[in-house]
């Protein structure tokens, strides 16, 4: 497609329970990006694909986060017995990255995740 | 690693006023400079960027402006419209390729 595509647009899942969320980055992009942003607040920085160097997990809050990409392509961010403080929107991006390259991210419109 | 501040993070406007919003970073390294709008709902969307070889850039009623030397930068909105009205952000991307560091965000509200 043309855009960064996510899915669900919006998930509601109850305290413990295990989720994943899926990103389809713009073909041919190098990076992917995972942001958290809580209502009302700025972007918090997750985690960093870039080609297959080793991912930047820098920014993910607790070892019950991680996320995969597979094949260079799709990303998946898993969130496991999640806690009402997950409850936010979970932004992917992706960009076109190398040697030279500066170029801005490409946002999906997220996935609004609430936990109960 | 980098370090962006984005002041104000709120401001209010009557529509044909001009708005302006300004950040620092501190990644003397830093070249390329990006600032999204967010609207209610949707992801952040790229409308205007700089590299650190041009100190201004202008697209219709947006501009960009770049002081290399006193790391800010900052952007401007002239005749300001309600439909202007959204969280901005503004980013730079230094010597960690391809990571970019995101300001907190202003939310500009243009009354009518």
């Known amino acids: 497609g043309a855009g960064v595509s996510q899915s669900p647009s919006n998930k509601v899942t109850e305290k413990g329970k295990d989720v994943e969320l899926r990103c389809d980055p713009i073909?041919?992009?190098?990076?992917l990006y995972w942001y958290r942003q809580s209502l009302g607040q700025g972007l918090e920085f997750l985690i960093y694909?870039?080609?297959?160097?080793?991912?930047?997990k820098s920014g993910l809050p607790s070892d019950r986060f991680s996320a995969e990409r597979t094949g260079g392509s799709v990303s998946t961010l898993t969130i496991q017995r999640t806690q009402q403080e997950d409850s936010a929107v979970y932004l992917c991006?992706?960009?076109?990255?190398?040697?030279?390259?500066?170029?801005?991210?490409?946002f999906g419109s997220g996935t609004r995740l609430t936990v109960v | 690693g980098e370090n962006v501040e984005q002041h104000p993070s709120t401001l209010s406007v009557q529509e044909g006023d001009s708005a302006v919003i300004k950040c620092t970073y501190s990644?003397?390294?830093?070249?390329?400079f990006p600032w999204y709008k967010q609207e209610l709902g949707k992801g952040p969307q790229l409308i205007i960027d700089?590299?650190?070889?041009?100190g201004e850039k202008k697209d219709q009623r947006i501009a960009v402006t770049l002081n290399k030397t006193a790391k800010h930068f900052s952007l401007h909105i002239t005749e300001t419209q309600p439909e202007d009205s959204a969280v901005y952000f503004c980013?730079?991307?230094?010597?960690?390729?391809?990571?970019?560091?995101f300001g907190r965000g202003t939310q500009l509200t243009v009354w009518p």
């Open positions: 991006a992706s960009s076109l990255v190398g040697q030279g390259l500066r170029n801005g991210y490409t």
């Open positions: 073909s041919g992009h190098t990076a």
């Open positions: 694909f870039q080609g297959n160097s080793a991912p930047d």
């Open positions: 990644d003397s390294a830093s070249n390329y």
């Open positions: 700089i590299r650190s070889n041009v």
């Open positions: 980013a730079a991307m230094g010597s960690t390729l391809g990571r970019l560091y």
